[in-house]
């Protein structure tokens, strides 16, 4: 089975084909990060726009590196939310129309499903079951993941998302959008200790997460001195150290109380590289194992799309062209075929 995924959520538009023998044959991502830049956060109208120009292109792309033409695809998938609403319903009216003309089953596939089953692109990949800590901009969570359809969520952020706090962390450091690669950079020239910030929820006692605190601390800290070139880098480092403490302990916690023992790491904070070098310490120091997925994949791509829609397609669903995008979507309402259990 052959299948092209559509990912159209955000400020990415990726194009992927799948392929169930050979896996991975092509993928294709325009970033528009450069053209939010200067409003220092996505701007929904211009991502819409952004990816109408750009989905068609990039599909003809895709393709042509993967030598695949329209006629050999076996389906289409697109990520139906959580998401923008106007950018998802680029992805999903160009993916329905394009089954439609083709005759070929059209998937709506769940973007964290895309995140949390990413590291299945990768080699070596998990095995069912496993935890994932999912760490992206808009969330922070924790599931058991039994099997693809089964997700049980564990524990999650309270208010902000790691990405988010990274995100909001970054800009009042004075750094560009989308601000985690950014502070992780001027991180890495701070000295560990010079700036001390609290651990929120370190000890909750639950798999519960919050992070708008330890922006309001870093507040604190930028106001309350000149915020010379060193001390900027001392903070940033202070901060990503509170951060990754506590996803750290979380996630040792999340193993503890399920008595899994392999860890998945997924979403765009999943690419720093101090997280992901103390969960890899942490997990081994108690015999369990960390899966990450290729960098190039932990952020939003098409691949992850065309993977989650080849097992969806593969498990018999499918919709019949009418469709609707799900710009607010629970993960844990989507079941083995990927149809939603209940509204949500
Ligand atoms: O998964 P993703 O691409 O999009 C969402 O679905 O949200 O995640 C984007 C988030 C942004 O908040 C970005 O700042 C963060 O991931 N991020 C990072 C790093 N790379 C991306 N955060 C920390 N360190 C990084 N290296
Ligand atoms: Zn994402």
């Not at 964290?112 to 692109?121: I, K, V, Y």
Request: proline share 5%; aromatic share 6%; glycine share 12%.
């Amino acid at each position: 089975m052959r299948v092209l995924g559509i990912e159209t959520s955000c400020d990415e538009t990726g194009l992927a084909v799948y392929d169930t023998e050979q896996g991975l044959l092509a993928h294709e991502l325009h970033s528009q990060v450069a053209m939010h830049e200067a409003y220092g956060g996505v701007v929904p109208e211009l991502a819409s726009r952004d990816h109408i120009r750009r989905v068609v292109p990039l599909t003809e792309r895709v393709l042509a590196a993967a030598q695949c033409r329209l006629a050999d695809l076996d389906g289409i998938a697109y990520t139906q939310g959580p998401g923008l609403a106007g950018a998802l319903l680029v992805g999903a009216s160009f993916a329905n129309g394009l089954g439609l003309a083709l005759g070929k089953p059209v998937v709506g596939v769940h973007h964290l499903e895309g995140h949390l089953l990413s590291p299945l692109l990768a080699t070596p990949k998990p095995s069912f079951p496993f935890v994932a800590l999912l760490v992206s901009g808009g969330h922070s969570q924790f599931y058991a993941v039994r099997a693809v359809g089964d997700y049980t969520l564990l524990g999650e952020t309270l208010d902000d998302a790691a990405g988010e706090a990274f995100d909001k962390t970054a800009k009042l450091l004075g750094l560009p959008y989308p601000g985690g690669p950014a502070l992780e950079k001027l991180a890495a020239r701070g000295r560990h200790g010079a700036v001390t910030l609290p651990r929120p929820m370190l000890g909750s006692g639950d798999l519960n997460l919050s992070f708008s605190g330890l922006k309001t601390a870093v507040l604190t800290q930028v106001r309350s001195q000149a915020l010379e070139d060193q001390r900027r880098a001392d903070i940033a480092c202070a901060f990503q150290d509170a951060i990754v403490d506590v996803l750290q302990a979380k996630a040792l916690a999340a193993l503890d109380v399920t008595g899994l023992s392999r860890l998945v790491v997924a979403g765009g904070v999943g690419a720093n590289q101090t997280l992901r070098h103390r969960l890899i310490a942490a997990a081994r120091d108690r015999g369990a194992t960390v899966f990450f997925p290729d960098l190039q994949f932990c952020t939003d791509n098409g691949a992850m799309i065309a993977l989650v829609g080849t097992l969806r397609l593969q498990r018999g669903a499918g919709d019949d062209y009418t469709f609707t995008v799900r710009p607010r979507w629970a993960l844990s309402s989507v079941s083995a075929t990927g149809m939603a259990l209940s509204p949500s």
